[in-house]
């Protein structure tokens, strides 16, 4: 099993950045492909990023892509979403998600494990 913790979400103005990491724990998620989900209130969970484990390309959601970028470290068992150039549609929780020896997918139910969230609020 993996245990997956979000952090790094808060208060940030429009225009500014924000680095989320998630930690993972239990095993080695080197062979997993990672991906960033968020929930805005009253809304679905949605895809934002995700990352293959095989070195392959990154990918993103129209909303975030080019603002936001997806990556890995191995060594560290971390995954890390760099959020720039914030916009008031970005208010969200965050989620970490991981699908074992997976493809990466766009869909939330492709993910086995799943963090507990960071709250991201954008104001203007």
């Known amino acids: 099993q993996v245990q997956l913790r979000e952090s790094g979400g808060g208060l940030v103005q429009a225009g500014g950045s924000l680095r989320l990491s998630c930690a993972a724990s239990?095993?080695?998620?080197?062979?997993?492909?990672m991906a960033w989900f968020r929930q805005a209130p009253g809304k679905e969970r949605e895809f934002v990023a995700t990352?293959?484990?095989?070195?392959?390309?990154?990918s993103y959601s129209n909303a975030v892509k080019g603002r936001f970028t997806i990556c890995r470290d191995n060594a560290k068992n971390m995954v890390y979403l760099q959020m720039n150039s914030l916009e008031l549609g970005d208010t969200a929780v965050y989620y970490c998600?991981?699908?074992?020896?997976?493809?990466?997918?766009?869909?939330?139910?492709?993910?086995?494990?799943w963090g507990q969230g960071t709250p991201v609020t954008v104001f203007s």
């Open positions: 239990g095993r080695a998620i080197r062979m997993d492909a």
């Open positions: 998600a991981s699908r074992p020896f997976g493809a990466p997918a766009q869909v939330s139910n492709s993910y086995r494990y």
């Open positions: 990352d293959p484990w095989n070195g392959g390309t990154p």
